[in-house]
């Protein structure tokens, strides 16, 4: 019986093999096939990637010359020349001042690159493709994109691709609606895991171009008044990193508006201090709180907001028990100047029981060594 079984099975596989042949050589040959294309068209990706890499190094000393010039001798010819135009652009833009990216915009425009990169993006049908266009656009600055950053925020249910493209819109902001559009984006994004710290930058470059006037209507108007507080905390750090002092009556009504949020107290303070604005009232009124990290704050910043007369008021920081306020203010001691026997003297008529304090002494002599000044 099993060998019945046996010449059975030899003779099926016997009378098959040309077709097990058959199908054996074709799943090679297309295997083979499949190879071949696959590698021919990775060389072609590879070589076009290298063609554009080639072409934006080209475009680098022209859009230089340009910015030097303003004499345009750019030429572009086809989809290469300006996916390269397009990465030169971007790779200016990231060693520009904030404050002179007009430029490249407007050349940006003048060649087309953001209207041409819109268009394929557009007939694309392709989701990668369509990520490509949009990442050359995202960096061009060009007002034209703005209704399409729009509508992308709208459109994506894809959270990166949400936050990419609320970015790409702050940059074009032009009125208070879209800072408030922007703001009912990011808290909507703050409550899916959005870092404060994003929400800082994307509000810092709405902040770059915008009209004061727009800005002030949009502090002032009820979608920002309604936004809970680590929006405007954001909002208020965001005028500070723009390093604009004509922003500081604008901090200081907010200040009036919120100043019993102490979060938001250090917040203003760093702000004022990055915008260099001087503003003592602040420092005297919080320099004594009972918040160990408005104390370094104060601390950090006290003598630039307020001048060295600040010392009169805030002598105890040497003495204090927290390592970083009396690391902060011997720091700016040094900063502004004011060296081992003025401190001395300062804490002798205003706290002689403390001169011999170990906190005290142990600071003084780390930043002032003995012997360093008589």
């Known amino acids: 019986m099993p060998e019945n079984i046996l010449h059975s099975w030899l003779m ?3 009378d098959q093999l040309p077709l ?3 199908v054996t050589v074709a799943f090679f040959l297309s295997a083979v096939v499949l190879l071949i294309v696959l590698s021919v068209s990775q060389y072609s990706i590879e070589r076009r990637r290298f063609s554009v890499v080639l072409r934006k190094e080209r475009y680098l000393p022209q859009i230089s010359r340009y910015l030097e010039t303003g004499q345009n001798d750019i030429t572009v010819n086809g989809r290469l020349d300006y996916y390269a135009l397009a990465d030169a652009l971007t790779e200016t833009n990231s060693f520009l001042p904030i404050a002179e990216r007009s430029k490249t915009r407007e050349l940006a425009m003048a060649m087309d690159v ?5 268009r394929r993006h557009e007939t694309s049908w392709s989701e990668v493709k369509k990520k490509f266009f949009f990442t050359k656009m995202l960096f061009l ?14 459109k994506h249910t894809d959270f990166e691709m ?10 074009l ?21 959005i870092s404060l710290k994003f929400s800082e930058f994307v509000y810092m470059q709405a ?3 915008i009209a004061y006037r727009e800005l002030e209507a949009f502090l002032n108007g009820a979608p920002f008044r309604d936004a809970p507080m680590v929006m405007v905390r954001s909002v208020v750090a965001a005028l500070g990193d723009t390093k604009k002092r004509e922003y500081a009556p604008l ?5 009036e508006r919120y100043r019993e949020d102490e979060q938001f107290v250090v917040t203003y303070i760093r702000s004022l201090h990055k915008i260099g604005a001087m503003e003592c009232d602040v420092i005297r009124a919080y320099y004594d709180s009972p918040n160990t990290v408005t104390r370094i704050v104060c601390a950090r910043t006290g003598l630039d907001l307020c001048g060295r007369s600040a010392l009169t008021f805030m002598y105890g920081y040497f003495f204090d028990e927290n390592y970083y306020v009396r690391r902060n203010i011997f720091e700016m001691c040094k900063k502004h100047g004011i060296g081992r026997v003025e401190i001395l003297d300062i804490v002798t008529r205003n706290a002689a029981g403390k001169i011999v304090d170990p906190f005290f002494l142990d600071s003084l002599n780390a930043f002032y060594p003995l012997g360093a000044e008589r």
Do not use: C, N
């Open 114 to 118: 953001d209207t041409y990169l819109l």
């Open 141 to 154: 600055y060009s007002p034209r994109l703005k209704s399409f950053f729009k509508k992308m925020i709208a």
């Open 207 to 209: 902040f770059v171009d």
């Open 20 to 22: 097990v042949w058959d």
């Open 251 to 255: 901090l200081k009504s907010l200040f």
């Open 173 to 193: 902001a032009e009125t208070d609606e879209d800072l408030d559009h922007i703001t009912e984006v990011l808290q909507g994004a703050y409550s899916r895991g």
């Open 162 to 171: 949400m936050v990419y493209s609320v970015y790409g819109f702050a940059k």
């Open 12 to 14: 099926f596989l016997t």
